[in-house]
Structure formats: C-alpha cells, structure tokens
C-alpha cells in the first residue's frame, strides 16, 4: 500500500483485495484438479493389482469424483471391501500429498521471491 499515493490507497487497497480472492478461486481450482487426476490415477494403478470383476472395477471408477466418499458395492466379500477401502484411502492420501508438495513449493519459491526483489534498507548514518 506504501507504493500507491495517498489519494489513490482506497483504489489500491481495493485492487489487492481483488487479486487475492481471485487467487485464491484460482488456487483451490488449480489444486482440485491436481488433486482429482492424481487419486484418479493412483485409483486405477491400484484397483488393476487388485483381483475384481470388470463390472465391480467400472462401478468403483465411475465414483472417482466423489474422492473419498465413494460407496463400495455390497455384493463383496469382507476382505474386497477392505482392500477397497485401503486403495481409496491411499489414494486420497496420494492426492493431499501432491498437494501439500505443490503448496510447499510455493511457498519456498515465494520466500525466494521475496527475499531476491526486497531491498534491505539502512537508517540514514549506520555505517552497516
């Protein structure tokens, strides 16, 4: 806010609010997408190693949207439904994990950005 003048800080303060909402809808779509394709695909990876019929496979697929709240067919036996359960659990934590790296990350490229574009200022006749 220091940079914009004085009569222009209601403008300015009005402009960062808007910026950082719209980042912030853009990052909750951005990483739900990164979220999605990777529980999606470690979903597949796993339900393929895992012995089920075709039907039961594409019935589970179909709810990938539904992430972790997917419901499990009935018509199985105890231990399916447990390695089921497993391979969803996995599979969401597979997705929170990305995300978390990719925020990480940002987080460290942030503090880089910040550290590399903000000068230090000295108070006028300190020699340091």
Same mark, same amino acid.
């Given at each position: 806010?220091?940079?914009?003048? =004085?009569?222009?800080?209601?403008?300015? !303060?009005?402009? /960062?609010? #808007?910026?950082?909402?719209?980042?912030?809808? @853009? %990052? &909750?779509? =951005?990483?739900?997408?990164?979220?999605? !394709?990777?529980? /999606?695909? #470690?979903?597949?990876?796993?339900?393929?190693? @895992? %012995? &089920?019929?075709?039907?039961?496979?594409?019935?589970?697929?179909?709810?990938?949207?539904?992430?972790?709240?997917?419901?499990?067919?009935?018509?199985?036996?105890?231990?399916?439904?447990?390695?089921?359960?497993?391979?969803?659990?996995?599979?969401?934590?597979?997705?929170?994990?990305?995300?978390?790296?990719?925020?990480?990350?940002?987080?460290?490229?942030?503090?880089?950005?910040?550290?590399?574009?903000?000068?230090?200022?000295?108070?006028?006749?300190?020699?340091?």
């Amino acid at each position: 806010m220091n940079a914009a003048n =004085v009569n222009h800080s209601g403008v300015a !303060s009005g402009v /960062n609010n #808007s910026v950082g909402r719209i980042a912030g809808v @853009l %990052s &909750i779509a =951005v990483l739900g997408i990164f979220m999605f !394709s990777t529980f /999606n695909e #470690s979903m597949k990876q796993q339900l393929e190693a @895992l %012995s &089920i019929s075709p039907e039961i496979r594409k019935s589970i697929e179909n709810q990938t949207t539904k992430l972790a709240a997917m419901s499990i067919p009935e018509n199985l036996d105890e231990p399916t439904i447990n390695q089921i359960k497993q391979i969803i659990n996995k599979s969401y934590n597979s997705g929170f994990n990305i995300i978390m790296y990719l925020i990480a990350g940002l987080a460290l490229l942030s503090s880089f950005v910040a550290y590399s574009t903000i000068g230090v200022k000295t108070k006028k006749g300190n020699t340091t």
